[in-house]
């Protein structure tokens, strides 16, 4: 009688474990969105970031902005591996839930208020080396249409603002 009820034990552990380990997680769908004025001074264009995927190995992070025209005018996805690889030596990202955990505070601190630049350039400041288009700095100086930047990882920082001449988001700006 005890080596049956040991072996219905063993059974419902089997079980069990089986099945949480075979179980697919849910998929992570986390989103914030923000208004500003990007593509003019004074209408608001709508930011938004989505943190999707159901483990960190394939999620991503997808941020778009919308015009206040309500067209997409810009679109670029950033994928948390890489992401977290430039993170991974300097923080201790080493399970999945610390993993999760920091792609969640990334969609959080996406839309802070320092990213938001306003206006992009402003009249003191000149062009360096990490500037791509001489052309457009100037542009945007002209303009003062607002700018937004965004990191790509630890070292990478994109500086994006909206380009009145060509009717489009450029990059005004990359560096560290």
Not at 32 to 60: H, P, R, W
Not at 132 to 159: C, M, Q, V
Request: aromatic fraction near 14%; glycine fraction near 4%.
């Amino acid at each position: 009688m005890k080596r049956f009820s040991y072996s219905i034990l063993f059974l419902a552990f089997a079980i069990t474990g089986c099945t949480s380990k075979n179980e697919k997680k849910a998929p992570v769908n986390i989103e914030k969105t923000a208004l500003q004025a990007f593509t003019d001074t004074v209408q608001l264009d709508t930011f938004k970031i989505v943190l999707k995927g159901d483990e960190s190995k394939n999620m991503s992070l997808l941020f778009t902005i919308t015009s206040y025209k309500g067209v997409q005018i810009y679109k670029k996805e950033i994928k948390a591996e890489e992401l977290l690889k430039s993170y991974l030596a300097s923080a201790d990202l080493k399970k999945e839930d610390e993993k999760i955990k920091f792609l969640n505070d990334e969609v959080n601190f996406f839309f802070e208020e320092e990213h938001f630049l306003i206006p992009a350039i402003t009249e003191q400041e000149k062009p360096d080396n990490n500037t791509p288009d001489k052309a457009f700095y100037e542009e945007l100086k002209g303009s003062k249409l607002n700018g937004f930047d965004y990191r790509l990882g630890k070292d990478t920082k994109i500086y994006i603002a909206w380009s009145a001449k060509d009717q489009k988001v450029k990059i005004y700006y990359k560096c560290c």
